[in-house]
């Protein structure tokens, strides 16, 4: 299945490159529960840090990867509650100008965002099946992410 996300320019001269999502699939997910089988006590509220990631990887004939990388840990205290890591990538058909930043920051912004929702919901399952509340990650600003 190959959807198309072009979105409507009203600037003629800035020309969008067509984003295909051919695919998307984890490439690697990793949680550690090292409290298990204690709990964290109810009063407290545990400190968890993000960490997010966005690689590029053109594999040739107009087809790039992007790979959405995300850790997270939670902690209280000295106490590990949590250790989270999730590649998920999608696989994009697409004919943009990697020489050209802005073509190049269009795609990954826009396959990030199509991305996300999917790595938020695994991050929500894999929290909750690991006996925690879901974590409900907020949408990020990808283009605050984005590095030429």
Same mark, same amino acid.
């Given at each position: 299945?190959?959807?198309?996300? @072009?979105?409507?320019?009203?600037? @003629?001269?800035?020309?969008?490159?067509?984003?295909?999502?051919?695919?998307?699939?984890? @490439?690697?997910?990793?949680?550690?529960?090292?409290?298990?089988?204690?709990?964290?006590?109810?009063?407290?509220?545990?400190?968890?840090?993000?960490?997010?990631?966005?690689?590029?990887?053109?594999?040739?004939?107009?087809?790039?990867?992007?790979?959405? @990388?995300?850790?997270? !840990?939670?902690?209280?205290?000295?106490?590990?509650?949590?250790?989270?890591?999730?590649?998920?990538?999608?696989?994009?058909?697409?004919?943009?100008?990697?020489?050209? !930043?802005?073509?190049?920051?269009?795609?990954?912004?826009?396959?990030?965002?199509?991305?996300?929702?999917?790595?938020?919901?695994?991050?929500?399952?894999?929290?909750? !099946?690991?006996?925690?509340?879901?974590?409900?990650?907020?949408?990020? !600003?990808?283009?605050?992410?984005?590095?030429?």
């Amino acid at each position: 299945m190959v959807i198309n996300m @072009k979105k409507n320019s009203t600037n @003629k001269q800035s020309k969008n490159p067509n984003l295909n999502v051919v695919k998307q699939y984890i @490439k690697d997910l990793s949680f550690e529960n090292p409290l298990s089988p204690k709990t964290v006590p109810a009063n407290i509220e545990p400190e968890v840090k993000f960490d997010i990631e966005l690689n590029l990887t053109n594999l040739g004939k107009n087809m790039h990867e992007l790979n959405l @990388k995300i850790k997270a !840990d939670a902690k209280f205290d000295e106490n590990i509650i949590f250790l989270l890591e999730l590649q998920y990538a999608g696989l994009f058909s697409s004919q943009f100008d990697e020489k050209k !930043d802005n073509d190049k920051k269009y795609f990954v912004i826009e396959a990030a965002h199509f991305l996300f929702p999917f790595a938020r919901s695994i991050i929500a399952d894999i929290t909750k !099946d690991g006996g925690f509340n879901p974590l409900i990650i907020q949408p990020f !600003d990808f283009e605050k992410v984005y590095k030429s």
